[in-house]
Protein backbone atom coordinates (compact mmCIF):
# COMPACT_ATOMS: atom_id res chain seq x y z
CA UNK A 1 0.00 0.00 0.00
CA UNK A 2 1.04 3.15 -1.17
CA UNK A 3 1.11 5.90 1.54
CA UNK A 4 2.01 9.74 0.74
CA UNK A 5 4.55 11.57 3.21
CA UNK A 6 3.61 15.35 3.55
CA UNK A 7 5.18 18.57 5.02
CA UNK A 8 4.60 22.20 5.39
CA UNK A 9 6.25 24.23 3.50
CA UNK A 10 9.07 26.33 6.21
CA UNK A 11 7.52 30.04 6.33
CA UNK A 12 11.16 31.08 5.09
CA UNK A 13 10.50 28.96 2.17
CA UNK A 14 7.03 29.90 0.84
CA UNK A 15 6.26 29.34 -2.86
CA UNK A 16 4.73 30.97 -4.76
CA UNK A 17 1.59 28.11 -6.26
CA UNK A 18 0.29 29.18 -9.07
CA UNK A 19 -2.57 31.55 -9.22
CA UNK A 20 -6.66 30.87 -8.53
CA UNK A 21 -9.37 32.31 -7.52
CA UNK A 22 -9.77 29.22 -5.25
CA UNK A 23 -9.23 30.03 -1.47
CA UNK A 24 -5.91 27.25 -1.10
CA UNK A 25 -3.94 26.26 2.21
CA UNK A 26 0.10 26.51 2.05
CA UNK A 27 1.18 24.13 -0.11
CA UNK A 28 3.09 21.14 1.25
CA UNK A 29 6.26 19.17 0.05
CA UNK A 30 5.17 16.03 -1.58
CA UNK A 31 8.08 13.24 -1.21
CA UNK A 32 8.16 9.04 -1.31
CA UNK A 33 10.46 6.89 0.29
CA UNK A 34 11.14 2.85 -1.49
CA UNK A 35 12.38 0.62 0.74
CA UNK A 36 13.65 -2.94 -0.43
CA UNK A 37 12.12 -2.24 -4.16
CA UNK A 38 8.61 -1.60 -2.43
CA UNK A 39 7.24 2.11 -1.71
CA UNK A 40 6.69 2.79 1.58
CA UNK A 41 5.42 6.19 3.11
CA UNK A 42 5.03 7.62 6.33
CA UNK A 43 2.07 10.24 6.46
CA UNK A 44 2.39 13.52 9.02
CA UNK A 45 -0.70 14.72 7.87
CA UNK A 46 -3.29 12.70 9.23
CA UNK A 47 -5.96 11.59 6.55
CA UNK A 48 -9.16 13.66 6.77
CA UNK A 49 -11.63 11.78 9.30
CA UNK A 50 -14.24 14.86 9.03
CA UNK A 51 -17.38 14.62 6.62
CA UNK A 52 -16.38 17.68 5.22
CA UNK A 53 -13.00 16.84 4.54
CA UNK A 54 -14.24 13.91 2.56
CA UNK A 55 -16.80 16.39 1.08
CA UNK A 56 -14.18 18.84 0.41
CA UNK A 57 -11.56 16.53 -1.46
CA UNK A 58 -14.23 15.07 -3.19
CA UNK A 59 -15.00 18.58 -4.66
CA UNK A 60 -12.22 19.79 -5.20
CA UNK A 61 -9.09 17.80 -5.27
CA UNK A 62 -5.93 18.46 -4.01
CA UNK A 63 -4.06 19.95 -6.60
CA UNK A 64 -0.21 19.37 -7.04
CA UNK A 65 2.55 21.40 -9.07
CA UNK A 66 6.24 21.55 -9.55
CA UNK A 67 8.43 24.34 -8.27
CA UNK A 68 12.69 24.09 -9.17
CA UNK A 69 12.37 20.25 -9.73
CA UNK A 70 10.42 20.35 -6.25
CA UNK A 71 6.94 18.72 -6.14
CA UNK A 72 4.29 20.23 -4.02
CA UNK A 73 0.43 19.09 -3.33
CA UNK A 74 -1.64 22.02 -1.89
CA UNK A 75 -5.26 21.69 -0.05
CA UNK A 76 -8.40 23.48 -0.27
CA UNK A 77 -8.74 25.67 2.59
CA UNK A 78 -10.81 24.63 4.98
CA UNK A 79 -11.71 28.23 5.98
CA UNK A 80 -15.52 29.43 6.29
CA UNK A 81 -16.36 32.14 4.33
CA UNK A 82 -17.63 35.79 5.41
CA UNK A 83 -19.42 38.80 3.84
CA UNK A 84 -16.23 40.23 3.74
CA UNK A 85 -14.48 37.38 1.52
CA UNK A 86 -17.45 37.25 -0.73
CA UNK A 87 -16.75 40.79 -1.67
CA UNK A 88 -13.16 40.16 -1.93
CA UNK A 89 -13.72 36.97 -4.30
CA UNK A 90 -15.86 39.38 -6.46
CA UNK A 91 -13.05 42.30 -6.77
CA UNK A 92 -10.61 39.62 -7.33
CA UNK A 93 -12.68 38.30 -10.08
CA UNK A 94 -13.00 42.27 -11.80
CA UNK A 95 -9.44 42.53 -10.93
CA UNK A 96 -7.92 39.26 -12.47
CA UNK A 97 -10.65 39.53 -15.97
CA UNK A 98 -8.53 43.03 -16.20
CA UNK A 99 -5.36 41.51 -16.14
CA UNK A 100 -5.49 38.49 -18.17
CA UNK A 101 -7.72 40.80 -20.77
CA UNK A 102 -10.50 38.60 -20.97
CA UNK A 103 -13.09 39.23 -23.54
CA UNK A 104 -16.37 40.86 -22.50
CA UNK A 105 -18.34 38.65 -24.60
CA UNK A 106 -18.17 35.93 -27.29
CA UNK A 107 -16.21 32.75 -26.77
CA UNK A 108 -13.25 33.80 -24.69
CA UNK A 109 -11.17 30.34 -22.71
CA UNK A 110 -9.73 32.93 -20.53
CA UNK A 111 -12.91 34.64 -18.99
CA UNK A 112 -14.30 30.93 -19.00
CA UNK A 113 -11.43 29.77 -16.67
CA UNK A 114 -11.76 32.17 -14.26
CA UNK A 115 -15.56 32.07 -13.78
CA UNK A 116 -14.94 28.15 -13.48
CA UNK A 117 -11.96 29.03 -10.39
CA UNK A 118 -15.01 31.41 -9.03
CA UNK A 119 -18.12 28.67 -9.14
CA UNK A 120 -15.45 26.21 -7.61
CA UNK A 121 -14.47 28.92 -4.89
CA UNK A 122 -18.52 29.43 -4.16
CA UNK A 123 -18.86 25.76 -3.99
CA UNK A 124 -16.46 25.34 -1.40
CA UNK A 125 -18.02 28.40 0.31
CA UNK A 126 -21.21 26.62 0.32
CA UNK A 127 -20.06 23.11 1.32
CA UNK A 128 -18.47 24.72 4.50
CA UNK A 129 -21.76 25.66 5.41
CA UNK A 130 -23.75 22.73 4.22
CA UNK A 131 -22.08 19.50 2.58
CA UNK A 132 -24.98 18.29 0.99
CA UNK A 133 -25.75 21.84 -0.70
CA UNK A 134 -22.17 21.62 -1.59
CA UNK A 135 -22.65 18.12 -3.45
CA UNK A 136 -25.92 19.25 -5.35
CA UNK A 137 -23.71 22.36 -6.63
CA UNK A 138 -20.79 19.79 -7.73
CA UNK A 139 -23.52 17.80 -9.79
CA UNK A 140 -24.70 20.88 -11.14
CA UNK A 141 -21.08 21.93 -11.97
CA UNK A 142 -20.23 18.33 -13.82
CA UNK A 143 -23.63 18.79 -15.41
CA UNK A 144 -22.03 22.18 -16.88
CA UNK A 145 -19.42 21.44 -18.18
CA UNK A 146 -20.43 17.92 -19.65
CA UNK A 147 -22.91 20.32 -21.33
CA UNK A 148 -19.96 22.65 -22.68
CA UNK A 149 -18.03 19.75 -23.64
CA UNK A 150 -20.35 18.59 -26.11
CA UNK A 151 -21.26 21.86 -27.61
CA UNK A 152 -17.11 22.26 -28.38
CA UNK A 153 -17.40 18.37 -29.79
CA UNK A 154 -20.15 18.80 -31.76
CA UNK A 155 -18.77 22.28 -32.86
CA UNK A 156 -15.12 21.33 -34.04
CA UNK A 157 -17.07 18.22 -35.42
CA UNK A 158 -18.84 20.49 -37.78
CA UNK A 159 -15.85 22.44 -38.19
CA UNK A 160 -14.00 19.51 -39.42
CA UNK A 161 -17.09 18.72 -41.30
CA UNK A 162 -16.77 22.19 -43.29
CA UNK A 163 -13.29 21.89 -43.75
CA UNK A 164 -13.44 18.93 -45.55
CA UNK A 165 -16.58 19.31 -47.83
CA UNK A 166 -14.20 23.24 -48.74
CA UNK A 167 -11.41 20.79 -49.81
CA UNK A 168 -13.64 18.50 -51.33
CA UNK A 169 -15.02 21.29 -53.42
CA UNK A 170 -12.08 22.89 -54.55
CA UNK A 171 -10.19 19.89 -55.67
CA UNK A 172 -13.03 19.07 -57.98
CA UNK A 173 -13.10 23.11 -58.94
CA UNK A 174 -10.39 22.21 -61.42
CA UNK A 175 -12.27 19.15 -62.92
CA UNK A 176 -15.64 21.05 -63.21
CA UNK A 177 -13.76 24.21 -64.68
CA UNK A 178 -11.85 21.46 -67.22
CA UNK A 179 -15.68 20.18 -67.85
CA UNK A 180 -17.48 23.55 -68.20
CA UNK A 181 -14.66 24.15 -71.30
CA UNK A 182 -14.97 20.95 -72.81
CA UNK A 183 -18.96 21.72 -73.12
CA UNK A 184 -18.57 25.14 -74.13
CA UNK A 185 -16.13 23.83 -76.96
CA UNK A 186 -18.37 21.06 -77.67
CA UNK A 187 -21.43 24.07 -77.69
CA UNK A 188 -19.46 26.34 -80.14
CA UNK A 189 -18.85 23.58 -82.24
CA UNK A 190 -22.52 22.67 -82.24
CA UNK A 191 -23.34 26.04 -82.60
CA UNK A 192 -21.87 26.24 -86.05
CA UNK A 193 -22.69 23.19 -87.26
CA UNK A 194 -26.20 24.68 -86.71
CA UNK A 195 -25.45 27.66 -88.38
CA UNK A 196 -23.97 25.63 -91.73
CA UNK A 197 -27.16 23.37 -91.58
CA UNK A 198 -28.88 26.45 -91.70
CA UNK A 199 -27.25 28.05 -94.63
CA UNK A 200 -27.44 25.05 -96.58
CA UNK A 201 -31.59 25.04 -96.01
CA UNK A 202 -31.28 28.27 -97.23
CA UNK A 203 -29.51 27.82 -100.24
CA UNK A 204 -32.18 24.49 -100.74
CA UNK A 205 -35.33 26.29 -100.11
CA UNK A 206 -34.51 29.46 -102.39
CA UNK A 207 -32.96 26.52 -105.20
CA UNK A 208 -36.15 24.99 -104.49
CA UNK A 209 -38.13 28.02 -105.14
CA UNK A 210 -36.54 28.69 -108.09
CA UNK A 211 -37.24 25.34 -109.59
CA UNK A 212 -40.97 25.25 -108.47
CA UNK A 213 -41.16 28.84 -110.36
CA UNK A 214 -39.46 27.48 -113.22
CA UNK A 215 -41.35 24.36 -113.93
CA UNK A 216 -44.81 26.18 -113.32
CA UNK A 217 -43.80 28.14 -116.06
CA UNK A 218 -42.74 25.46 -118.21
CA UNK A 219 -45.77 23.38 -117.75
CA UNK A 220 -48.21 26.77 -118.01
CA UNK A 221 -46.39 27.46 -121.46
CA UNK A 222 -46.85 23.83 -122.31
CA UNK A 223 -50.48 24.09 -121.88
CA UNK A 224 -50.88 26.79 -123.43
CA UNK A 225 -49.08 25.17 -126.53
CA UNK A 226 -51.30 22.43 -126.47
CA UNK A 227 -54.37 24.02 -126.07
CA UNK A 228 -53.31 26.61 -129.35
CA UNK A 229 -53.05 23.13 -130.96
CA UNK A 230 -55.66 21.67 -130.21
CA UNK A 231 -58.05 24.48 -131.26
CA UNK A 232 -55.67 24.52 -134.57
CA UNK A 233 -56.64 21.01 -135.74
CA UNK A 234 -60.41 21.75 -133.97
CA UNK A 235 -60.48 23.86 -136.99
CA UNK A 236 -58.80 21.91 -139.84
CA UNK A 237 -61.13 19.47 -138.93
CA UNK A 238 -64.26 21.22 -139.28
CA UNK A 239 -62.58 22.73 -142.88
CA UNK A 240 -62.09 19.26 -144.07
CA UNK A 241 -65.54 18.01 -142.99
CA UNK A 242 -67.26 21.08 -145.10
CA UNK A 243 -65.21 20.47 -148.12
CA UNK A 244 -66.12 16.35 -147.87
CA UNK A 245 -69.91 17.76 -147.88
CA UNK A 246 -71.32 17.13 -151.69
Known amino acids: MKQQNYRTQEPEAIVKA ?40 SILPPREF ?30 TLLTRQARRSGICPVREDLYSQTFD ?18 RMRDEIRMTIDAYKTLYESSVTFGVRKQLQAEQGMEDL ?28 EKRNTEQRLYTQKKRKEEIAFMEYQGEHFTSFLKTIQAAAKP
Open 66 to 95: VVDDVKYIQYVSKKKSTRSGVNLLQESLDA
Open 18 to 57: PATLVEMDLPLVFSSSKKGGKSSVSETKSDPSTAIDDVLN
Open 177 to 204: EIQVKELSEKKANLDKQTRDLLSKVDVM
Open 121 to 138: ELIRQVALNCPERGLLLL
